[in-house]
């Protein structure tokens, strides 16, 4: 094989359980293979085993001067090296020996590919907020390859990348240091830069990847997810569409609505009460009917933590653009299937319907309290 590929793997902790089996994985014959392990703490410690393995031959640690994030850092693993392709790892994914084997050959079956989006497996749930990350859908990325022949984009954790279909395009340091949304951005341009080909998928490149936190409830990623996802919109506009207001945009509008009437109309801070609570009432009936409709494990427990994970990527959503002075971005979407909709305003799904139906009747409800005070 005389495929050459650059693994970069960017790292805050070092975790040497997960990175020494990925520094040893088998190289495929013929093949040159570089690791670019890339740490964003400057302070972190080395554990001897991993500084072992550094040769400066095919085995780098860089270390950034100071924390910079995951799109400067990853854009220093693509500079580091020359090889033909550039493998995306997470620091914490368990790795089949083979895993190089495979895309080496898939690199030479296809050598004009855009990429690769291998899979990435989550462990059978365990806790209640785990059954509700795969009821939410946030994670589906992860498997895509087990449904799609090919894809816009995949995630970081598992993907390679043809080096001359990335050429001068880099990791936006516009979105959280943290990570969310630059994903996204990176490979939608990459792809748009090659004549819109989405990325095949490698369903054989499977890696393991664990819960976060143990699986204990954590609801600031989805929020920090949210917040970088706001930019999308704005960094590549022909993938956004509008939308009707979704529940925490709702909710804003309506405590604007309440403190306006509280100096215009005070009687219409009841029904705009009521109006708000019934709102969220229907985010959790919707939302429950949809992850009924996915499968999800019968609880309410599950339930409850769908509808947060949704209000708290929302809300981020919210933020993201409050903070930076875009109202505009507000019922602003991002077709991340790397669709070119102008509109999802009429677009139904079974969460859409059941709001559609609960909401005219809220209104009525509303409306009567205000009529009948």
């Not at 219409?268 to 429950?288: D, K, N, R, W």
């Amino acid at each position: 094989m005389g495929v050459s590929i650059d693994v970069v793997i960017p790292s805050f902790r070092l975790i040497e359980h997960y990175l020494v089996p990925i520094l040893q994985l088998k190289r495929p014959a013929g093949a040159r293979v570089r690791f670019y392990l890339l740490s964003d703490n400057p302070e972190v410690a080395v554990s001897p085993a991993i500084a072992d393995m550094v040769n400066g031959t095919d085995v780098f640690l860089e270390v950034n001067p100071q924390n910079m994030g995951a799109a400067y850092t990853r854009n220093r693993g693509i500079e580091s090296g020359d090889g033909d392709w550039v493998l995306f790892l997470d620091d914490d994914i368990t790795v089949p020996a083979d895993l190089l084997e495979i895309y080496a050959r898939a690199a030479e079956q296809e050598p004009r590919a855009t990429g690769f989006i291998g899979l990435v497996r989550l462990p059978a749930p365990g806790k209640p907020f785990s059954d509700a990350i795969l009821a939410s859908g946030s994670m589906d990325i992860f498997t895509i390859a087990e449904h799609r022949k090919d894809f816009a984009w995949g995630a970081t954790a598992n993907i390679m990348v043809r080096r001359s279909a990335i050429g001068n395009i880099r990791f936006s340091e516009v979105y959280p240091k943290s990570g969310g949304g630059e994903d996204v951005d990176f490979f939608l341009k990459v792809r748009a830069a090659n004549q819109y080909e989405n990325y095949r998928t490698l369903p054989a490149a499977e890696v393991n990847h664990p819960w976060w936190k143990n699986e204990a409830p954590d609801f600031k990623r989805p929020f920090r997810y949210g917040t970088g996802n706001a930019l999308l919109p704005e960094q590549l506009p022909q993938h956004a569409s509008r939308e009707l207001p979704n529940t925490v945009e709702t909710v804003l509008l309506a405590v604007v609505a309440a403190i306006v009437a509280a100096v215009v109309k005070p009687a219409l801070l009841g029904p705009i009460g009521i109006f708000i609570g019934g709102v969220l009432a229907i985010e959790c009936i919707a939302t429950t009917v949809q992850s009924i409709k996915r499968k999800a494990k019968p609880g309410l427990l599950v339930y409850w933590y769908v509808v947060l994970l949704r209000l708290s990527h929302d809300l981020g959503l919210l933020w993201g653009n409050l903070r930076r002075g875009k109202i505009e971005g507000i019922t602003r979407r991002f077709n991340d299937n790397g669709g070119f909709r102008k509109s999802n305003l009429f677009r139904t799904n079974t969460y859409k319907i059941v709001k559609w139906i609960l909401y005219p009747l809220l209104i009525w409800l509303a409306w009567s309290v205000y009529t009948s005070a």
